[in-house]
């Protein structure tokens, strides 16, 4: 198993993992492909799972997007993605999000140990909740926290 970026002969293997999600995010994967914002979980040439991060959320690092193939789920792949992120971003607080129906990424999040740092209203009746986590011993939390917001 390798962690590695993506390039752009692995738009179709990105496709196939993100079919076994409920959503089609075929134009933003071309796109944050192109900017290299993704990363993939690889074995024998097939990717198994991916990762969409960048420091488009005001100039911080977020990890907007995580999928893993159904049938490699619960083996540790999604947090080996993560970890590979939060190894880029020390010094840093780094941030998350998912639906509040999505139990899966929040205990993936929490036990991790991602904070909630706040809610938005942005499916109606699924709010989007937001998470953070510092990366570095040295950025302690007072005077740090991020501004919690909720609609
Ligand atoms: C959420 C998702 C990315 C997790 O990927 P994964 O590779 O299975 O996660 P991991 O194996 O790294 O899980 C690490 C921990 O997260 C938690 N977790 C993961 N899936 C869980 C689930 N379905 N229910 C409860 N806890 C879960 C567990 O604590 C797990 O540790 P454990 O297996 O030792 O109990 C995967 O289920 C997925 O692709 N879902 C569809 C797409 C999606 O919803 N993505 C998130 C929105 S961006």
Not at 53 to 58: D, V
Not at 65 to 84: D, F, H, M, N, Q
Not at 99 to 105: E, F, G, Q, T
Request: with cysteine; net charge negative; hydrophobic share 40%.
């Amino acid at each position: 198993m390798i962690i590695r970026e993506a390039g752009s002969g692995d738009f179709e293997g990105l496709l196939a993992v993100m079919r076994s999600a409920p959503w089609d995010k075929t134009q933003y994967l071309e796109r944050t492909l192109e900017r290299r914002n993704v990363v993939v979980a690889e074995l024998d040439g097939h990717i198994l799972a991916y990762i969409v991060w960048n420091l488009e959320f005001f100039s911080l690092p977020f990890i907007w997007l995580v999928t893993v193939l159904p049938e490699y789920r619960r083996k540790g792949l999604a947090s080996r993605l993560i970890a590979w992120v939060e190894e880029r971003c020390t010094n840093q607080r780094l941030y998350s999000s998912t639906n509040r129906s999505n139990v899966a990424m929040q205990r993936l999040l929490e036990g991790r140990g991602y904070r909630r740092c706040g809610e938005v209203d942005v499916d109606p009746g699924d709010a989007e909740v937001f998470y953070h986590k510092t990366l570095s011993v040295n950025m302690g939390d007072d005077g740090l926290e991020p501004p919690t917001f909720a609609l």
